[in-house]
């Protein structure tokens, strides 16, 4: 059986279509634990951004807060990272989150998004009720998911984070509720 | 569905969360004796009315209390369990290294 | 047509069948020997064998609605004890034993159906353990063997072998598996009572618990206060919270389980069957209905309304192992609480007050243990407090002792 996530493009679509991306080779890392802010700062990095959010630093890449205690760091043009998680990390406070490792990495983009989503979450993720830079952990197609809402390439997009052993599974059923919508395919 | 309000993720379907069990008060292990052990682990107080339970939103493995009728199914408050604990637990074996 | 049935037809003298009734409503006495408190199954049973078996018909079952109306009426009458520990299928193999002269026992078909029972494994840690449920079984006499996927493909020719890519590897094919008609059985036990002298108060409500330096005195109903010399409890769902009425605290908690049924059709399904991994069972009534059943409600609640998540994965399932079913019509769902213990195994025996004895816990499994907890709760009421052997390891106390009888894996979603 052909794997969904073969079929995925890589490229840019136009902005009507919608466009599922594999970012499974982009390099992201997390931090967890009472001291996970304080290890932030310390690379002048933001930790006071609420739980939820996800923040742009350009060409440092995204921060995503997914709790008071927990950031993921996220670069969608780097290559996923082989370095050993900084063991300094432990001494302050904060575990590393192995995010290359256990989570899959997946954009949507497209203008009707939202409305596609909409099959497969029981979350609000339009415009006025899921603006850009909020995140919402929840629930697709029966499984967990952090979803959040940022531009990469100026456009507005969702990056989609599912358990690693899910993908498959996942971008089977985003493509399965994309093809309503798309009716040239992907 | 039924909607839970996770007090870090907002208003959920109640499909998102797990049941945790009752927030009790739990004796100190190294010091208690089996039957209260026992009622700490097997026990829960089984009133009709309002309990005070342990609930996790699934998706981001946040745990927090709620406060829920359980004849009516009625969730009347949900809270961070940082209001009611404050101090980290350690566990020791008898003997044992920390 | 019989040329006899034209003669009542023409006649007045229709063949009524005596007593086919319960007695009308009498006034409270002030006093009986044993008050049994819930006329489900379980209450009626054990007055039934009490008045049959030991003479003791001084006996009041106060039910708070209607005979038969608690879990008896709502569960999925599935009967088998095709158990794990040598407790447990000690025990329900009793039961069944029980269940099978049933119908000659009261004079009074309950419409006993042995028609096997097929648990499906999709996992191999699943097949090890149903091979040594398999072997605990035949050890106390019950029928029961692993099949491969052909001879389940001929047990059940419409079952879909490879249900949400669940592909089915084995099963756990138990012959003794039957079903019976559940208001027969509480009907069956409440009228041989009743015509030995039983009191069934209906609509009479257990409100409070009355007790003395450690003995049950009495119990207050809607109805007026009534003494006894001691009590059987026996009330299901509700059994926690009325316990704590006499001071007891029982290691329960009350979680809604669910079933519901279909139009009917023709038979075209023998067996019961159940889907270890699916958390779903399926069966046909002898009414054609099919019957669907599964796991409890995620979380605790004492309302029968329980929720819809449930509904839908019952469903969803059950379609799964059937696809035929998702072109049928539901006619009804409907729920029960449950008193669930941590070991999936009952409460029975005594209890800190001396003459207060406790039928509970009895969960999502109950209903195929009937008659054995009416035989053997009858014969610890009627000893005045030996706890026959069958029912020992069921103690309360065996939480204190941490010595728990498992049956979560032979229990959960097979009822
Ligand atoms: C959906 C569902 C499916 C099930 N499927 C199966 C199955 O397939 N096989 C199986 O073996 N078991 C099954 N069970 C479990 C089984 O139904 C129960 O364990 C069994 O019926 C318990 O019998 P009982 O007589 O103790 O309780 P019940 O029949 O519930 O009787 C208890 C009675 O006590 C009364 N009562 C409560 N409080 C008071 C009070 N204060 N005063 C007076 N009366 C009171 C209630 O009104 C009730 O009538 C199922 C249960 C459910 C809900």
Redesign the pocket.
């Known amino acids: 059986m052909a794997s969904p996530l073969q079929s995925l493009a890589f490229e840019g679509g136009g902005n009507e279509a919608l466009v599922l991306r594999d970012f499974r080779l982009a390099r992201r890392a997390g931090v967890r634990g009472p001291g996970a802010s304080d290890l932030l700062t310390s690379h002048g990095l933001p930790a006071d951004i609420a739980p939820n959010r996800i923040s742009d630093q350009s060409d440092r890449g995204l921060v995503m807060a997914l709790s008071q205690r927990e950031f993921w760091l996220l670069h969608p043009d780097a290559a996923a990272s082989s370095q050993q998680p900084d063991s300094a990390a432990l001494a302050a406070g904060a575990w590393p989150l192995y995010c290359q490792h256990s989570h899959a990495w997946l954009m949507l983009s497209g203008e009707p998004k939202a409305a596609m989503m909409a099959k497969l979450c029981g979350v609000d993720l339009g415009d006025g009720a899921f603006p850009l830079g909020q995140v919402a952990q929840t629930q697709m197609a029966h499984v967990s998911v952090v979803i959040a809402h940022h531009d990469y390439q100026n456009e507005a997009v969702f990056s989609l984070f599912v358990d690693q052993s899910l993908a498959e599974y996942a971008a089977g059923a985003l493509i399965d509720a994309m093809s309503e919508f798309n009716q040239s395919g992907i | 569905m039924k909607i839970m309000h996770c007090p870090l993720n907002g208003p959920r379907n109640i499909s998102e969360f797990t049941y945790g069990g009752q927030v009790h008060t739990m004796p100190d292990p190294k010091t208690c004796d089996d039957p209260s052990w026992a009622r700490y682990v097997f026990y829960e107080d089984n009133d009709i009315g309002i309990v005070r339970e342990w609930w996790q939103h699934t998706p981001s493995s946040y745990w927090f209390i709620a406060e829920r009728h359980n004849g009516s199914d009625d969730i009347l408050r949900t809270y961070d369990p940082g209001e009611l604990f404050t101090d980290r637990v350690d566990f020791q074996t008898p003997g044992g290294e920390s | 047509m019989p040329v006899a049935l034209l003669k009542y037809g023409l006649g007045d003298d229709f063949p009524f069948e005596d007593h086919a009734d319960l007695p009308g409503p009498t006034a409270l006495r002030d006093h009986y020997d044993v008050v049994i408190?819930?006329?489900?199954?379980?209450?009626v049973a054990t007055a039934y064998y009490l008045a049959k078996y030991h003479g003791i018909t001084n006996v009041a079952v106060?039910?708070?609605?209607?005979l038969?109306?608690?879990?008896?009426?709502?569960?999925?009458?599935?009967?088998r004890s095709n158990y794990l520990t040598p407790e447990g299928v000690a025990f329900y193999s009793a039961s069944v034993k029980l269940y099978e002269q049933l119908s000659n026992e009261f004079d009074f078909n309950i419409m006993y159906s042995q028609r096997g029972q097929l648990t499906l494994a999709h996992t191999d840690a699943t097949v090890r353990a149903f091979r040594q449920r398999a072997e605990v079984n035949k050890h106390f006499g019950g029928r029961t063997e692993l099949i491969d996927r052909q001879a389940i493909a001929e047990l059940v020719p419409c079952l879909n072998l490879d249900p949400a890519e669940l592909p089915v590897l084995a099963g756990l094919w138990h012959r003794d598996g039957a079903t019976a008609r559940h208001d027969a059985v509480a009907w069956g036990y409440a009228r041989g009572a009743t015509q030995r002298g039983v009191e069934l108060h209906q609509l009479?409500?257990?409100?409070d618990i009355a007790s003395d330096s450690g003995r049950v005195t009495g119990v207050v109903?809607n109805r007026g206060t009534v003494h006894c010399g001691c009590v059987v409890q026996?009330?299901?769902?509700?059994s926690a919270p009325?316990a704590k009425k006499a001071g007891i605290d029982l290691p329960l908690v009350a979680y809604p389980?669910?079933?519901m049924v279909t139009l009917p059709v023709k038979p075209f399904l023998n067996p019961l069957v159940s889907s270890s991994a699916l958390h779903c069972y399926v069966q046909q009534t002898s009414r054609g209905e099919i019957v669907i059943?599964g796991g409890s409600d995620p979380y605790p609640l004492y309302q029968s309304r329980a929720s819809l998540p449930l509904k839908e994965s019952l469903i969803a399932s059950a379609v799964d192992m059937f696809p035929f079913l998702s072109e049928m019509r539901l006619l009804r769902q409907?729920?029960?609480?449950?008193d669930m213990t941590t070991d999936y195994s009952p409460i029975m025996g005594l209890s800190p007050l001396e003459n207060y004895y406790l039928?509970a816990g009895?969960?999502?499994?109950?209903?195929?243990?009937?008659p054995i907890?009416g035989q053997t709760m009858a014969q610890l009421v009627a000893s005045g407090g030996q706890v026959p052997e069958l029912i020992q390891p069921f103690a309360l106390d065996r939480f204190d002792r941490f010595q728990q009888v498992n049956e979560m894996g032979a229990t959960a979603a097979s009822?």
Do not use: M, P, S
């Open positions: 408190i819930g006329g489900g199954g379980h209450g106060l039910e708070k609605a209607y038969g109306g608690g879990n008896t009426a709502r569960n999925t009458a599935v009967i009479t409500e257990v409100t109903t026996a009330v299901a769902g509700h009325l389980l669910q079933a059943g409907w729920a029960g609480i449950t039928d009895w969960g999502t499994w109950g209903f195929k243990a009937t907890c009822h």
